[in-house]
């Protein structure tokens, strides 16, 4: 499973591109359910089709394609796709060998995003002639074959092996796709014996890894072969002629040599390491970003998972970042291996707004550096403007831990001017009205969501009046989605807590699911002197 399974009306151009490619392709049998002609004939008379739309004379191809229209290029990668129902899913899968499946709902914008790629992904696989079958089910409209091959969100891709599913762990570009099925039906590698072998490769890839060996036997070229089939994302390719790799690869010296290749500036790392599988994995994970990756829908999972945790976000917007861009960069290329840096398009909110409520910024539209260690889960802010030298000042002090984790918080509010019975404490404020008052202090820890806030703070409101001549007693209250502080770790609202006087390390958990009966027994049991307490009644 990819995602989870709820509706959102976000990019609605995309979804209605997607509802017309749907619209475009062959849905065997939906009209008539109860139908049970042989869908295998039906795609087979449809990959003739497309065969003999090939095979066209050259004039009458070159007149047709002046009329071939992007809809038209689609709809053709979309009839390569097999559309499973109630009634072929099972005999299509049982009687193939290997069946790529993208379980799909029309609603979902994660599927519209993705069904281009996996169409065009599909025609490749075709013209390299893999085994692969393609296909896909709206597992909305049959819900039932959806559970029985355990789609459970929108989309899923599932790899099915004689009938026996594999969960898939590649990426969601076309060529991601292609190789990731490639990789899982018997083709880890990619041979290139020729200079013209290299050219065409060089225009259909634009990340690769080139091996370059003597003969292609020994334990560092098994070492090689496994990493190649161990890893999912990046194509891999081999060679044993050195004039041959150098088309691929122009700094190769000599055989038994390892590189990774990316169509960015930082364009060629070369392996310096012993040829296992783990390192040469290790490699990779390190390496195979660009020097700034553009946080998207369909990248966000590998971003996430990349083992250099330490990762700085620049949000800004689209206009503003091609002038940051190429001084980023050059900062990037400081820190490679020790700091991934991620932009992210500030006006789109999807991406960027859950970011930046993190910080307390959502409402923000100008650039912004932030930072996480994923080690740590602690974020960080750049509070100073964006320029280069900030930045890169910034990730040194990351890296050397001279940076002060950053904790949300709202304006300090004027509870005085406000008259407040109840204080209102934020982030900023926290340590001096709770932590470092002198006094007893009853704090109410809520959210503006929580449903049974509302009826707590009443309770605390009351119990404030009850208390109002208990000089050494204090009632406040922190709004915990907009305020942080180390030292405030709170799980589950609303939430109470007395921070007794002499004892604030120690805070005493109240129920809030007492009455304020109960509730003012506790306290003056707690806050008052034992010669002083008194049978409270409200």
Same mark, same amino acid.
């Given at each position: 499973?990819?995602?989870?399974?709820?509706?959102?009306?976000?990019?609605?151009?995309?979804?209605?591109?997607?509802?017309?490619?749907?619209?475009?392709?062959?849905?065997?049998?939906?009209?008539?359910?109860?139908?049970?002609?042989?869908?295998?004939?039906?795609?087979?008379?449809?990959?003739?089709?497309?065969?003999?739309?090939?095979?066209?004379?050259?004039?009458?191809?070159?007149?047709?394609?002046?009329?071939?229209?992007?809809?038209?290029?689609?709809?053709?990668?979309?009839?390569?796709?097999?559309?499973?129902?109630?009634?072929?899913?099972?005999?299509?899968?049982?009687?193939?060998?290997?069946?790529?499946?993208?379980?799909?709902?029309?609603?979902?914008?994660?599927?519209?995003?993705?069904?281009?790629?996996?169409?065009?992904?599909?025609?490749?696989?075709?013209?390299?002639?893999?085994?692969?079958?393609?296909?896909?089910?709206?597992?909305?409209?049959?819900?039932?074959?959806?559970?029985?091959?355990?789609?459970?969100?929108?989309?899923?891709?599932?790899?099915?092996?004689?009938?026996?599913?594999?969960?898939?762990?590649?990426? $969601?570009?076309?060529?991601?796709?292609?190789?990731?099925?490639?990789?899982?039906?018997?083709?880890?590698?990619?041979?290139?014996?020729?200079?013209?072998?290299?050219?065409? $490769?060089?225009?259909?890839?634009?990340? $690769?890894?080139?091996?370059?060996?003597?003969?292609?036997?020994?334990?560092?070229?098994?070492?090689?072969?496994?990493?190649?089939?161990?890893?999912?994302?990046?194509?891999?390719?081999?060679?044993?002629?050195?004039?041959?790799?150098?088309?691929?690869?122009?700094?190769?010296?000599?055989?038994?040599?390892?590189?990774?290749?990316?169509?960015?500036?930082?364009?060629?790392?070369?392996?310096?390491?012993?040829?296992?599988?783990?390192?040469?994995?290790?490699?990779?994970?390190?390496?195979?970003?660009?020097?700034?990756?553009?946080?998207?829908?369909?990248?966000?999972?590998?971003?996430?998972?990349?083992?250099?945790?330490?990762?700085?976000?620049?949000?800004?917007?689209?206009?503003?970042?091609?002038?940051?861009?190429?001084?980023?960069?050059?900062?990037?290329?400081?820190?490679?291996?020790?700091?991934?840096?991620?932009?992210?398009?500030?006006?789109?909110?999807?991406?960027?707004?859950?970011?930046?409520?993190?910080?307390?910024?959502?409402?923000?539209?100008?650039?912004?550096?932030?930072?996480?260690?994923?080690?740590?889960?602690?974020?960080?802010?750049?509070?100073?403007?964006?320029?280069?030298?900030?930045?890169?000042?910034?990730?040194?002090?990351?890296?050397?831990?001279?940076?002060?984790?950053?904790?949300?918080?709202?304006?300090?509010?004027?509870?005085?001017?406000?008259?407040?019975?109840?204080?209102?404490?934020?982030?900023?404020? $926290?340590?001096?009205?709770?932590?470092?008052?002198?006094?007893?202090?009853?704090?109410?820890?809520?959210?503006?969501?929580?449903?049974?806030?509302?009826?707590?703070?009443?309770?605390?409101?009351?119990?404030?009046?009850?208390?109002?001549?208990?000089?050494?007693?204090?009632?406040?209250?922190?709004?915990?989605?907009?305020?942080?502080?180390?030292?405030?770790?709170?799980?589950?609202?609303?939430?109470?807590?007395?921070?007794?006087?002499?004892?604030?390390?120690?805070?005493?958990?109240?129920?809030?699911?007492?009455?304020?009966?109960?509730?003012?027994?506790?306290?003056?049991?707690?806050?008052?002197?034992?010669?002083?307490?008194?049978?409270?009644?409200?």
């Amino acid at each position: 499973m990819l995602f989870s399974k709820n509706p959102t009306s976000r990019f609605l151009l995309l979804t209605l591109t997607f509802v017309l490619l749907l619209s475009f392709s062959i849905n065997i049998n939906a009209s008539d359910p109860t139908n049970s002609e042989d869908d295998s004939d039906d795609l087979e008379q449809l990959l003739a089709l497309d065969e003999q739309e090939d095979q066209l004379p050259e004039d009458q191809d070159q007149e047709s394609s002046s009329r071939f229209s992007e809809a038209e290029v689609l709809s053709k990668a979309q009839r390569i796709v097999l559309e499973l129902n109630s009634d072929n899913s099972k005999r299509v899968i049982d009687e193939n060998e290997f069946v790529l499946l993208l379980g799909y709902a029309p609603w979902c914008v994660r599927s519209a995003e993705l069904m281009p790629q996996f169409a065009e992904a599909a025609t490749s696989l075709k013209e390299l002639g893999s085994p692969v079958l393609m296909a896909k089910l709206d597992a909305e409209r049959y819900p039932k074959v959806a559970s029985l091959l355990d789609i459970k969100g929108f989309p899923t891709l599932l790899l099915f092996v004689n009938g026996t599913s594999l969960a898939y762990t590649g990426g $969601f570009s076309a060529e991601e796709i292609v190789i990731w099925a490639r990789k899982k039906t018997g083709v880890p590698v990619i041979r290139i014996n020729t200079v013209t072998e290299a050219e065409d $490769f060089l225009k259909k890839h634009h990340m $690769f890894v080139i091996g370059l060996f003597e003969k292609f036997e020994g334990s560092d070229y098994k070492a090689f072969i496994k990493a190649a089939m161990s890893d999912n994302e990046i194509q891999f390719a081999e060679a044993s002629n050195i004039e041959v790799a150098k088309l691929l690869y122009p700094d190769i010296k000599a055989t038994n040599f390892l590189g990774i290749v990316k169509s960015e500036p930082e364009r060629y790392t070369a392996y310096d390491g012993t040829f296992e599988m783990e390192n040469i994995l290790q490699f990779l994970d390190y390496n195979k970003f660009a020097l700034v990756t553009r946080l998207t829908e369909l990248n966000s999972v590998k971003v996430y998972s990349s083992p250099v945790k330490l990762q700085v976000y620049v949000f800004a917007k689209a206009d503003d970042f091609k002038t940051l861009l190429e001084p980023l960069q050059d900062v990037a290329r400081k820190f490679i291996t020790k700091v991934m840096f991620i932009y992210i398009d500030i006006v789109d909110e999807n991406l960027a707004k859950p970011f930046l409520t993190l910080f307390g910024l959502e409402e923000s539209k100008n650039t912004l550096v932030t930072a996480f260690d994923n080690k740590g889960s602690s974020k960080y802010l750049l509070q100073s403007d964006p320029t280069p030298s900030n930045i890169e000042e910034f990730c040194s002090g990351l890296l050397h831990g001279s940076i002060s984790t950053y904790f949300k918080s709202q304006p300090i509010p004027d509870n005085v001017r406000n008259n407040a019975s109840v204080l209102a404490v934020v982030g900023k404020t $926290f340590d001096d009205l709770v932590l470092n008052s002198p006094k007893n202090v009853l704090l109410e820890v809520y959210t503006p969501w929580c449903i049974n806030c509302e009826t707590t703070s009443k309770q605390v409101e009351k119990l404030a009046k009850h208390f109002k001549g208990l000089n050494s007693l204090i009632f406040a209250k922190i709004d915990a989605s907009a305020n942080e502080h180390p030292k405030l770790q709170v799980d589950d609202y609303p939430s109470l807590f007395l921070y007794k006087a002499g004892d604030k390390d120690n805070p005493i958990k109240l129920s809030t699911k007492s009455g304020s009966k109960e509730l003012a027994a506790f306290i003056n049991k707690q806050v008052r002197p034992k010669d002083q307490a008194a049978k409270d009644e409200l």
